[in-house]
């Protein structure tokens, strides 16, 4: 059974800096990974997906990488603002065929709160 | 505007008593699904569908129905609802062959 683990749970930095958010996972027969945002009391919203092929994707400020072979990918944040306060969400959805196939895996995520 | 519509958005109610939380999309997705979300414990799927008559269980299908007899609508109905289903809901949509799924704004479900 997949599982997928977000470190850390929560994090708070001043407005401006790096950051970087991990998120792990057991099976390695991803077909996908994405990176989503959820703010209080709405729902989620996609920020970057990364197919198993692909190594990084990069929107904006924001770059997500992907090492299937050991179950890892990262969010990076460059020059945090106050605007991207908000819980972030890494989902893994499984290889095709099987009866998985339908399903997707959340991490818990991570609470990022940057202040001014 | 393209958009997955849940309601309600808010439900107080008593154990036992039936209720359906309907989800409803206007993209022509063919793909929709359940999801809890807990305190510690994330998301967790309770049930999707790949298309109108296709179903099955997610992680935590335990209480739980569901049905899909139009491509539009997958409501999720709880036929005895115990305190232990108090979450937050979230419906998702995607079109079959993308890749990005379409949330809900949620559902807050306290059951006393």
């Known amino acids: 059974k997949q599982e997928v683990t977000q470190i850390p749970a929560a994090l708070s930095v001043p407005e401006g800096e790096n950051l970087v958010l991990n998120c792990s996972f057991t099976?390695?027969?991803?077909?996908?990974l994405q990176w989503f945002r959820q703010d209080p009391g709405k729902g989620l919203t996609s920020l970057l997906l990364i197919q198993s092929s692909q190594r990084e994707q990069t929107s904006g400020r924001l770059n997500a990488s992907l090492d299937k072979s050991s179950g890892r990918s990262t969010l990076y944040i460059a020059a945090s603002q106050p605007g991207d306060s908000a819980t972030y969400l890494c989902?893994?959805?499984?290889?095709?065929?099987?009866?998985?196939?339908?399903?997707?895996?959340f991490g818990q995520g991570t609470i990022l709160t940057v202040h001014p | 505007e393209a958009q997955v519509t849940q309601n309600p958005r808010y439900l107080i109610t008593v154990t036992g008593k039936k209720l359906t939380v309907t989800c409803s999309q206007n993209m022509n997705h063919e793909y929709m699904s359940w999801y809890r979300q807990d305190p510690g414990l994330g998301l967790r799927q309770i049930y999707y569908s790949m298309n109108v008559e296709v179903t099955d269980k997610g992680d935590v299908p335990e209480g739980y129905k569901v049905s899909r007899k139009e491509k539009r609508n997958f409501p999720l109905i709880l036929e005895s609802p115990s305190p232990n289903q108090t979450s937050l809901y979230f419906c998702?949509?995607?079109?079959?062959?993308?890749?990005?799924?379409?949330f809900g704004s949620g559902t807050r479900l306290t059951v006393v």
């Open positions: 989902a893994v959805r499984p290889g095709a065929g099987g009866t998985s196939y339908g399903k997707l895996t």
């Open positions: 099976d390695s027969a991803i077909y996908n």
């Open positions: 998702a949509s995607r079109l079959q062959g993308s890749e990005g799924y379409t």
